[in-house]
Structure formats: C-alpha cells, structure tokens
C-alpha cells in the first residue's frame, strides 16, 4: 500500500516509515518540522535504502494536503501529526486543540474529497483516564483526562468514530499506545525531544549521556511494589510493527475500531533506571522527589485484542529498550543537531 505518514518526521513516525519500507510498502511523508527535522527522514532512507517522498506542510492545511492527496495515489493515512507535551498543553490548552483537533479534520475533509477511506490514528492509553483500573481493555469507556493534550485525543478519537458511524466505507483504526521508548536498534533514528524532555526514558538517556545532572523520580509513596510508578514500556520498533499489521488490517476492513499497543507488563520508574544502569554498564544518579500532579500509580495494557485480531505482539523486552536507547543517545549525544 501506498501510506500517507502525517506527522512522519517524529519519533514514531520515523521508525514506522523504516518498518513499512521493509515490508515492502511505499511512504509519503507529511510534516511541517515543529517537532522534528528533515535528517530523520534522510536516516530512514539510509536504514532502508529506499527514497521516501517528502511534503513540509502544516496538515491543518486544506492546499497543502489536497496536493499531497492529489500528486500521490494514497491507501491508507497514518495520523500522528500532534503537539504531545503534557505539561505545555496545560499552559497553551487552546494551541493544542487547534492543532490536533484541525489536523485530523482537515486529514478527514481531504480524504474524503480524495476518496481515501482508510486511516490509523495514534491515540493513547490517556484516553482511558482516572475511573478505569489497569489492566485495561479496549470496551472499557473513556475516562475523565487529567490534562488538554489527553482530552484531544479523547475528542479526536470521537470525531474519528462518528466519521466512520456516517460513511460506512471508512475505516479507522485507533491505536492507543502506552509509553513508547527506545530506538532503532542501528542508533541512526530515535528520540530527540526539544528542551528539556517531559518523559522518563529521554531524560535517563541525557543524564547518562551527561547533558542532565540528575534524575528525580516523581514519588515513592504510591501504592506499588517499590513506591514509584507503573507503566507499560513498549519498544517504539514493537510499536511500529504495529503499525504495519494496522495498515494491512484496514485493507478489508470497515468501521471503527480500537487496540492497545503496549507489552501488557508494568515496570516501576526505579526498574528502569536499574535496567538502563545494567545493561549499559553506566550511571544514573537520581533524587527522590515529591509526586508530578496528575499522574496516575499504574497504566498497563491488557494487549490481548492486538495479538488475537492483528497477530501482533510486542516481542522486545526492557533490556533491549534500555540498550537501543543508549545506543541512539550515546551515538548522537545532542539528538540530531550533530548529524
Ligand atoms: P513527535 O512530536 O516526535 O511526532 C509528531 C510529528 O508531528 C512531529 O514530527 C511534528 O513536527 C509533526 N506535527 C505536529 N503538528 C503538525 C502539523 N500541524 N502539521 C504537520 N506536522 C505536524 O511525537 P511522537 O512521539 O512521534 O508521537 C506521534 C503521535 O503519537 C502524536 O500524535 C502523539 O500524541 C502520539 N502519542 C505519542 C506517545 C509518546 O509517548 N511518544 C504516546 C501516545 C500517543
Ligand atoms: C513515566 C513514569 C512518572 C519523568 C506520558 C503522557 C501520555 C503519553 C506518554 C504521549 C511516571 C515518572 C517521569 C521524570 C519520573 N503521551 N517520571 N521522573 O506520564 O506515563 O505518560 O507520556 O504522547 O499521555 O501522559 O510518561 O515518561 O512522563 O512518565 O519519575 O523525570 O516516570 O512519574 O511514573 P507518562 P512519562
């Protein structure tokens, strides 16, 4: 299939394209760099030998996406174009809903003046909010989110099934991801947050690397194991494999439906920084401080759905997440600003 990556340049984006060329798929990539930069796609073409086409356009506009939809005979659209800081977008509410709100419904006006009737969006297990109890599953209801940028994806994901409930030939697949971390195994392509990172794995990966002083764990009184948080780590080439079964599923397939993607075990904040520790044989020093509001003790998958309906499962473990991370920060200290 041909697949349209809106957003493609990120840090998904980037290791789905390098998964869907190797399995023999054509990429059109569409990104307008906020978060991101043009030597990510230059590094999928290198990994994969393969030319990607590239559009530096804002998916919020109509021109700029029907030209895309006109120059290239689209299948399928993959929508990962969206601001993702949690802490910014309770700041800026109103710049996250106009950016991912409009992205996804110019991306809807545009395939449907196209005919384009298939598309993947990377919604998340945030969706699931503070009423469900882990693990969760895909019947459970959206729950109440803690922040702006999860009720976006609460509300995109609606907008995405009432465009399905009213064009019955539409497919739409949402993929709830839990914490993606880690890199391509090569170290050439991975994470690369601007400023300082909001998320668990970039900032271990930059005090090892020495760009940060110290970690600080956000809370050890939580009702857990060892007092710190749980979450459902995934290996970003676990998730963007599937990516690719998505894709091929929504070829005969027609409605709205959803799967997690995420390994289905929890691992603690201080299991990670353990595991970075061991596996690359180098320091972390960490400080333990008070909790970050709004988060929440435990979210994991209940990954069953995804193995049984799309026949995919996540196949790397910590270890391998904590190496390929190292291995991409240790080769590219400042991300991609030295490639
Ligand atoms: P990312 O920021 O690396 O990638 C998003 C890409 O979208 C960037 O390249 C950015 O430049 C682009 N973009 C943003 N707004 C755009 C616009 N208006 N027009 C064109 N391009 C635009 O983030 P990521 O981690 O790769 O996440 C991809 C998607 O998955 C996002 O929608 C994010 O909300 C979602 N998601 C991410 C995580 C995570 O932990 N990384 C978890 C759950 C869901
Ligand atoms: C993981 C654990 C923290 C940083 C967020 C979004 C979610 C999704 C993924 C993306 C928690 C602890 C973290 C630090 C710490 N969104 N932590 N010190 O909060 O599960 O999910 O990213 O688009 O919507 O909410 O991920 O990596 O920020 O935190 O102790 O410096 O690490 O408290 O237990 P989170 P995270």
Redesign the pocket.
């Known amino acids: 299939m041909n697949v349209l990556l809106a957003g493609g340049a990120g840090y998904i984006g980037s290791h789905t394209a390098v998964e869907l060329l190797n399995s023999g798929h054509d990429v059109v990539i569409a990104d307008n760099y906020s978060n991101s930069c043009p030597e990510a796609v230059r590094r999928v073409e290198e990994l994969t030998g393969k030319t990607v086409r590239v559009y530096e356009a804002d998916v919020r506009d109509h021109d700029a996406v029907r030209r895309i939809f006109t120059e290239n005979k689209i299948d399928c659209v993959i929508h990962f174009a969206g601001l ?1 800081a ?1 802490g910014e977008s309770v700041e800026k509410p109103v710049m996250y809903y106009r950016n991912n709100i409009d992205t996804t419904l110019t991306l809807l006006e545009c395939m449907a003046e196209a005919g384009v009737k298939r598309i993947v969006f990377s919604s ?1 297990a ?1 969706v699931y909010g503070e009423e469900n109890e882990p693990p969760y599953t895909e019947e459970m209801p959206r729950g109440t989110c803690s922040n702006p ?2 009720w976006t994806k609460a509300m995109m994901e609606q907008i995405l099934e009432d465009a399905a409930h009213a064009d019955p030939a539409l497919s739409v697949i949402l993929l709830r991801y839990f ?1 993606p971390i880690g890199a391509h195994a090569s170290g050439r392509i991975g994470e690369d947050p601007q400023g300082i990172p ?4 970039p ?1 271990v990966s930059q005090v090892a690397v020495g760009r940060r002083d110290h ?5 050890d009184d939580y009702p857990t194991p060892d007092g ?2 749980l ?1 459902d780590y995934i290996h970003v080439v676990d998730l963007a494999i599937g990516h690719v079964k998505a894709v091929e599923y929504a070829e005969n397939h027609t409605g709205a439906e959803v799967f997690n993607l995420g390994t289905g075990t929890p691992y603690s ?1 201080l299991e990670i920084v353990n595991t970075f520790r061991e596996t690359n044989q180098i320091d972390v020093p960490y400080e333990i401080g008070p909790r ?1 509001a709004g ?1 929440l003790p435990s ?1 994991y998958a209940d990954a069953k759905k995804a193995e049984k309906i799309l026949g995919w499962k996540a196949e790397r473990n910590l270890a391998d997440m904590c190496r390929d991370t190292w291995k991409w920060q240790s080769g590219n200290p400042m991300g991609y600003r030295e490639g």
């Not at 909001?198 to 794995?201: G, I, K, Q, R």
């Open positions: 993702k949690v998340s945030t940028y999860g914490n909001n998320n668990l794995m900032y970690l600080t764990v956000f809370g710190t948080g979450r904040v970050r988060d979210s």
